[in-house]
């Protein structure tokens, strides 16, 4: 689905009130608990919402001085929060038959070849906004392309539906096809511009992008690590540890590095604004190293499943832990479906996912671990309104389940389990309806 931004919005009142069943978490749930009290649901009440930001919430129907948008007997949850996303990667969703090396090559290199183009950059990233939107995220840690362009054109298509992104040029200075190399100089340049241009400016962020440490040259990363100690604010994203055989590559590329993560941490990109995906194939030290920085690991269920990359070690996790859809390894942009499939990863391995922890992770705990919990990830006064309305049940099979459902946490598991962007009622950004 794609259109126009004034399509897609409408001329919402300054003052206007949201009815429905509201849940969001007011601490991380533990681990296996059902019956969490960091769960706040409050049936059949009211957020109040002024210019863009919740205001008010309460059980009471409002005055006459709101206008008032009924959503009874629907559940509503803050937008959720996509902590690893590649947006070229649409294209290639879906493709059949290799693990993550061999998947590079033969459909993602190709397919970011062409986000050189400034038009098909700003198509591209039309398209997988208004994805995203559809899906119920609200707001996303994406990777472009090595192109600056094509984060110029996620930065611009984002600030125009209002939503909170964080996103910044890819960097690959080797092992890469024609086309998709950059080099430090010019890569320093580009970067620096995109941050003067879209860092802190309304809801964009500029992340220090590298694609993966084979793809770096050590003097790239060493300017990717300047750039990150040079503003404390600026986020990092990269990938870690996913699939063994990109271990064993690393560690022949970067002998002297204890391990993979090593090769972030020694030059300054392992902090509190790091975000790194997967973190499958991690050692202790190397966790322990997460959590002492403070940084996170973007969980990615479908693709790890989808490319048979290994199953994630969540339960013992001590680093923050979000939840990313990993779209094209992901086959899904719908966190709901990866919620489920995390359930699925997890019983492999022997533990058992409630739907609150794989609910925070990807509300409440990643706007946290984003450092961005004042703004995003709950339904709090202060917060912006980025509300997702969800139908508790759609079809005969899952509104049988629905009905049946004992207690709050079988409920929503249920929904967690059968549920998809089908079930999308209404998905409201700073306060305007989008979809």
């Known amino acids: 689905m794609s259109f126009t931004n004034q399509e897609k919005s409408f001329d919402a009142p300054r003052r206007w009130a949201l009815r429905g069943d509201l849940l969001d978490f007011t601490a991380a749930p533990a681990w296996g608990d059902v019956d969490a009290t960091a769960v706040r649901f409050d049936r059949d009440h ?6 863009g930001r919740i205001v008010g919430r309460q059980a009471a129907e409002p005055d006459d001085t709101w206008v008032r948008k009924d959503h009874a007997g629907k559940l509503v949850l803050p937008g959720f929060i996509d902590t690893h996303v590649h947006c070229p990667q649409l294209d290639v969703i879906a493709s059949y038959g290799t693990e993550l090396l061999d998947w590079l090559q033969r459909y993602t290199f ?8 400034p038009t098909r950059s700003k198509r591209g990233a039309e398209v997988f906004l208004d994805a995203l939107l559809t899906s119920g995220t609200t707001s996303a840690v994406v ?8 984060a110029e054109a996620l930065f611009e298509g984002a600030a125009a539906r209002a939503m909170r992104l964080v996103t910044g040029k890819v960097l690959m200075d080797r092992h890469a096809p024609d086309g998709l190399r950059d080099d430090v100089v010019q890569a320093q340049r580009d970067c620096i511009d995109l941050i003067d241009r879209f860092h802190g400016r309304g809801r964009n962020a500029f992340a220090v992008t590298v694609r993966f440490a084979p793809t770096s040259t050590p003097e790239q990363l060493a300017m990717a690590g300047a750039l990150c100690r040079g503003d404390a604010s600026l986020y990092m994203q990269t990938h870690v540890a996913e699939n063994r055989a990109e271990v064993e590559w690393v560690a022949q590329l970067f002998p002297d590095a204890r391990s993979y993560l090593d ?3 020694r030059v300054g990109l392992v902090h509190e604004r790091a975000v790194l995906a997967h973190g499958i194939w991690l050692d202790d030290a190397d966790r322990r190293l997460l959590a002492d920085r403070g940084a996170q690991v973007a969980h990615c269920p479908s693709s790890n499943l989808f490319l048979g990359s ?3 070690d969540w339960s013992g996790a001590p680093f923050n832990v979000s939840l990313a859809s990993d779209v094209g390894g992901g086959t899904s942009l719908s966190l709901i479906r990866n919620m489920g499939d995390a359930y699925k ?4 391995r022997g533990e058992r996912l ?7 992770a990807a509300t409440r705990g990643a706007a946290e671990a984003l450092r961005l919990g004042d703004e995003i990830g709950g339904l709090s006064v202060g917060q912006a309104a980025d509300i997702c309305v969800w139908d508790w049940a759609k079809g005969p099979v899952a509104e049988a389940r629905d009905a049946v459902a004992r207690e709050l946490h079988e409920r929503v598991f249920a929904w967690m389990t059968l549920a998809d962007e089908r079930n999308l009622a ?8 989008r979809v």
Do not use: N
């Open 345 to 348: 990863v997890q019983a492999m």
């Open 263 to 265: 090769v972030y941490a």
């Open 354 to 360: 409630t739907a609150w922890t794989a609910l925070h």
């Open 143 to 150: 990777f472009p392309t090595v192109h600056k362009v094509s």
């Open 46 to 51: 009211w957020l109040l919402i002024e210019d």
């Open 310 to 312: 290994g199953l994630f």
């Open 110 to 117: 190709p397919a970011e070849c062409a986000f050189a183009d």
């Open 426 to 433: 209404a998905c409201y950004v700073a306060g305007q309806r």
